[in-house]
DNA sequence: CTCCAGGGTTTGC
DNA sequence: GCAAACCATGGA
């Protein structure tokens, strides 16, 4: 099916913009998505113009909301803040959008990701799927479910996934989770900001995390060491983002893509 | 060899 | 409340 895309949607700056660790693209420029059980291959033909592989139906009432294409990103993504840096990030990262992913995804991705980089992450979640999670189409994938992953000891994940010390964490919540984590969305941010962080292995970072990327919270900051760096190198130490209520996570995720892709 | 990576917990003051 | 020690792993 085609689709049309009007504004601010660029699917290499998603897939690289370190938000999901669940994306792939082949030399033909076809991105694969996946979300729950549900698969979608979607291509860029020409300016607005995409060739996606779901039905109509699906992608109205999937694909529309997790790439959050109702929201209107042009307020961020035409801001001019006077700050150089800040300036050529939004430029450079105008087509990210802020995935609405599956919460019990980001949960568990995010702990696996403490004090570890981008390409590391990437490896151990697709091994986590193709491990544990259903194949939805030859070669493809799901996030494994919580009953996928309940079976894991924490020796499973030290000794198969080589995650060290974070093995205590992930088996405390595969053990503390309950369906519950779905009935935040309905919460105020410092309820759920409080749940998040009452996990053992999730402090402010990962929250920030889990409130941007699995709760639509775009005002929360994740601030890992790229974002300090920038916050105390390119805005002279102040947090710029604090001045742009509403967009915070927006801009932040641009500058995490900038910084990281110019290595500063 | 050291340094770094989408950090957090525990301990000591 | 705040710093420091400590925690595992793999790539550069």
Known sequence: MIVSINHNFNLNQIKDSGQAFHITSDNNNVFTFIYLDHVLR?????????????????????????????????????????????DNAIIFGN????????????????????????????????????????????????F??????????????????????????LKNFIDN???????????DNNELFKFAKSF????????????????????FVPKDVWIKRVIETKFNGINLFDCYPGIEGILQQYVYYYARHFNI
């Open 144 to 169: 494994p479910s919580h009953q996928d992953l309940y079976q894991l000891s924490e020796n499973d994940w030290r000794n198969d996934y080589h995650l060290g010390y974070r093995a205590r964490y």
């Open 177 to 187: 989770y309950t369906d519950k984590i779905y009935d935040y969305h309905n919460k």
């Open 95 to 142: 087509g990210i959008r802020i995935l609405k992913q599956d919460p019990f995804e980001i949960f568990v991705s995010y702990i696996i990701s403490q004090q570890s980089n981008i390409p590391r992450i990437h490896s151990i979640v697709n091994k986590l799927c193709k491990d544990h999670g259903k194949e939805l189409e030859p070669g493809i994938y799901a």
């Open 200 to 219: 053992l292995g999730i402090g402010d970072k990962i929250a920030s995390c889990i409130m941007l990327f699995a709760y639509h919270r775009l005002n």
């Open 42 to 86: 979607i291509k860029h033909l020409s300016d607005d113009i995409y060739e996606v592989s779901v039905s109509e139906y699906e992608w109205n009432h999937i694909w529309v909301d997790y790439f959050d294409l109702n929201t209107d990103y042009s307020y961020a993504s035409h801001l001019q803040t006077g700050n150089e840096f800040l």
